[in-house]
């Protein structure tokens, strides 16, 4: 506890090393505006001196205008004193906040304007006051039990998917999930197969946990599963209602095959349902879960559909692998926290969830529309959409175009974020004439200028 | 949306299809009590059939009790209707909540009673409405910046250590921690010195990330680094302030050639101080990472000191290994929800923390004294305790005595839930004379009648 060490045979007097060694650290920013001094009994205590000369110490400090004092509160750091501490050699820390773009294009990201924030709160009230004691505790790797009762109850409503409570685990987001997966199939040195072109977020995942990746090459209706046959891998990871990035809905033929294959090699399919909350046009499509439970380890997430920062997904395990599961996440981050986790059970039960969720899918529909149309308006007939009238991106063909790093970097340089489809793919060279686009997050004036300035920038190539 | 599939070409009324449907859910418990059901117009547009249809439905449901209908309210699913589902090979998942003991001595738990539930929940709420809607979105691998500032200020105020807010990484406590550090190492077939013994859950984390581990024994002054000499690891894990299980202060000289033996050989140091605030007489014990921060991981804990379900922990990080962590981080879970963070801020800031610790320092102290005392008034001279006064355990050991699994289970049997060192040994046999106590979640009068239940097995052995 010895913030200050006193020289005791020094001259200099106690009250005043106290004071000039706090009045340093304010200085140096050690101690911070608005910081609360220790008490002066606590600090006499400590340093064992007199409590009048910490009292001493501190008046200076107050009178030459270091510290403040008000009645019955703590003594603290006043403003702007800290002379900019120079630190050198801090290496730059990727912020995932990044600079303000003029157009920003960039992909996953919701429309959290229109997130119900002040319901969210009252409901995280409310639950955090209702968790008894033993949820402050350890308790279960799985999740809440009312939050997986309530997904059950939400995946029937939404998809007819019947599922029971105990199969769905409780994750920290999709992309846990995802880590969580392949160090479950002990894919360290073994291989997972995955749709090519891919997010290449997600293929980072598999890759920091030493798999080998398999490209299977993806057209206009998912996942080209022939490609599989004679390919050995644990594990065959695909997006199956929406493809990402391309957009296509895998045909039922093709899921058939997929499942064929799983069963034959003894493959699990990993299932990535990232946004099939929204799709504009028609029923949701049915997840490959429905047709295979043992096989499919279905992923689902709350990021896309509520905000990111909640940090909750779920996957629904074939029972085999619900135990070795439960060990490896105790021994991953245990758990998630309780208190959103029962904010969101609350958020479903009351459906203010369907509500939030009927809402925007119609907001991102319209939004969809606006793209298309301001596409329409600044391109011709020069491009054409891939993909399902479904999500919150567009991929745009291009047919002879060539959208290389240079040309991105053009972008960027022009205050436009965006990316091509050929980031996202392993075997380069076959997307080069697609672009990507996230518009779930902007406003209708946003998208007109953002694809006007986009034109202005595609001209001058 | 289907969850209703009726047959247009049956003899059986539309309505009563309905009915016998939703009834048949109730029953499976597939909608469960106090389930909302949708709103007869919302119903009526997902089956394409008239309202009066479904309200003809509803009403037969609530006039035969299976549904309550309210005035404004959705209509629910009433209580105790269910018929037990019978689900056949579900595999029992490991719970951490296990049966009641009449004595309880498990390691790790603090005492909930005392944490101050109402205050933390009163913060939550504060500054949960403060957060801006960028903090909804991703923000940051490394954690929030207010709560780093006061992590740096509290390790500077309780330990004297000077450490830059920047260098300080937010994870979901420090079982993550140790689950990235071991996978940022390169881990994977590589080597890990560890303690022996060694707490066996952090063991298996390492063995999780496929890292060789390579035991070290332990005396009573802790990690016995002399045994490091001509052994190549990428890490080694050490408990120096307070060795699990054993309870050693590392004394200076061995730090020392800890220090020169990882900066001869490239090991980093991953220093684990999961308890080092609880230390009942003389000062907090410096980190090992004030001589090193080099060389040093230093891995930092709330769950122990607040409560277990805050998942939060921190790591102090050499810059090297900064700009790699954060990508991993990225690809691993992405960040930390903002609520929890937020609100330990605001904790911290407030010094409602260092109350909070001061009084269970006090409290923790007094119990360590009661089972010193207890083991005394049972046991008479026949054992000793091991390690420093600190902490919320305690390793005793009983000269010429042997605590092997048949004794565990033997108190199992009779309602004393304890552990031996032994369980946390890699190399067997070495401290089969030593049981293992947690006692701070204990009442001082659960103390007295545990050791006394505690007595009754080691005298009927």
Chains 1, 2 share one sequence.
């Not at 993806?218 to 990871?237: C, T």
């Not at 969809?368 to 391109?379: E, P, V």
């Not at 209708?444 to 001209?459: A, N, R, T």
Request: hydrophobic share 35%.
């Amino acid at each position: 506890m010895c913030t200050i060490k006193l020289q005791r045979q020094s001259k200099t007097p106690l009250k005043r090393q106290i004071y000039q060694t706090l009045r340093d650290q304010v200085l140096s920013g050690r101690l911070y505006a608005g910081y609360a001094l220790p008490s002066t009994r606590e600090l006499a205590e400590q340093i064992s001196v007199s409590r009048n000369t910490v009292c001493e110490a501190y008046d200076m400090l107050i009178t030459e205008g270091f510290a403040l004092s008000r009645q019955g509160a703590p003594t603290r750091v006043a403003d702007g004193l800290s002379i900019n501490r120079t630190l050198p050699d801090i290496p730059k820390i990727p912020a995932i906040n990044e600079p303000h773009y003029l157009a920003d294009f960039r992909t996953g990201r919701p429309d959290l304007r229109h997130f119900p924030k002040y319901l969210w709160q009252q409901t995280m009230h409310k639950t955090s006051e209702e968790l008894s004691l033993k949820e402050y505790s350890y308790s279960s790797p799985q999740g809440m039990d009312k939050l997986r009762q309530e997904i059950s109850a939400w995946l029937f409503r939404s998809k007819g998917l019947s599922v029971d409570d105990r199969d769905i685990f409780i994750t920290s987001g999709a992309t846990q999930a995802l880590h969580l997966i392949v160090n479950l199939l002990g894919c360290h040195g073994s291989k997972i197969a995955v749709e090519d072109p891919c997010n290449k977020g997600i293929l980072q995942t598999f890759l920091d946990a030493d798999c080998e990746v398999e490209p299977i090459p993806v057209d206009e209706k998912g996942m080209q599963v022939e490609h599989l046959s004679g390919i050995h891998v644990n594990a065959v990871y695909i997006t199956p209602s929406h493809q990402f990035p391309l957009g296509g809905i895998l045909p039922a033929c093709r899921r058939a095959e997929l499942i064929r294959y799983a069963e034959d090699s003894g493959a699990y399919l990993v299932e990535d349902d990232y946004d099939s909350e929204f799709r504009y046009i028609g029923e949701p499509i049915a997840p490959l879960y429905a047709m295979a439970p043992q096989r499919v380890i279905y992923v689902g997430t709350f990021s896309k559909v509520l905000f990111p920062a909640i940090r909750i997904g779920y996957v629904i395990l074939p029972r085999k692998l619900q135990e070795s599961w439960c060990e490896l996440r105790l021994h991953t981050d245990v758990q998630n926290a309780p208190f959103e986790q029962a904010a969101l059970a609350e958020f479903l039960r009351m459906r203010k969830f369907d509500r939030h969720i009927r809402s925007m899918r119609k907001l991102y529909g319209e939004r969809r529309k606006m793209l298309l149309n301001a596409f329409g308006s600044n391109f011709g007939d020069t491009w054409h959409a891939w993909g399902d009238a479904a999500g919150l991106h567009l991929a745009i063909e291009f047919p002879g175009m060539k959208f290389d790093d240079a040309f991105l970097k053009k972008c960027m340089e022009s205050g436009v974020r965006i990316t091509s489809v050929e980031r996202h793919s392993i075997q380069k060279g076959r997307h080069l004439d697609k672009l990507l686009l996230g518009y779930g997050h902007l406003e209708p004036g946003e998208i007109q200028e953002g694809i006007s300035l986009l034109h202005s920038v595609v001209k001058s190539k």
